[in-house]
Structures are given as structure tokens and as C-alpha cells.
């Protein structure tokens, strides 16, 4: 199974930090503004799924995953 990709608009982002927080392997936030850094844009299996529990937890929906076989992929 190929992993999903993940996607983060920094211009969305309000630096709450849950990102960073709930799946560290593939989020960070910019020390200099807070802001989401992905670290990981195709995560394991087991990454992905901390980092869909992030997306979940995001208060302003910074993050998305376009799914294997989707256009743009």
C-alpha cells in the first residue's frame, strides 16, 4: 500500500502547535514564527496515522493528504 501524501498551507497555519505535538516525526513548528513545518510528506504507515490524528486536532485545517493515484500524486 502506498502512503497517502501530506500537504501543510503555512499561510493557514495560526501556530497552535497540536501538529508538532501529536506527530512529531512529521511536523515541527518554525522557531521563528510558529508556524507548521513538514518534516515528512510520505509518512510510514504508522506516521501517517499520528499524522491524520494531527490533521484531526488542527484548529485552522493547515494540514491534507491527497491520496496514492489522486491527480497531482
Known amino acids: 500500500m502506498t502512503p497517502s501524501r501530506v500537504s501543510v498551507e503555512r499561510e493557514r497555519c495560526i501556530g497552535a502547535g497540536m501538529c508538532a505535538v501529536t ?8 522557531p521563528g514564527d510558529g508556524l507548521v513545518i513538514l518534516l515528512d510528506t510520505d509518512p510510514t ?3 501517517e496515522r499520528a499524522a491524520r490524528t494531527a490533521a484531526g486536532v488542527c484548529p ?6 491527497r ?3 489522486t491527480a497531482g500524486s
Open 23 to 30: 506527530a512529531p516525526e512529521v511536523f515541527d513548528q518554525d
Open 45 to 47: 504507515a504508522s506516521r
Open 60 to 65: 485552522s485545517g493547515a494540514i491534507t493528504f
Open 67 to 69: 491520496e496514492p493515484g
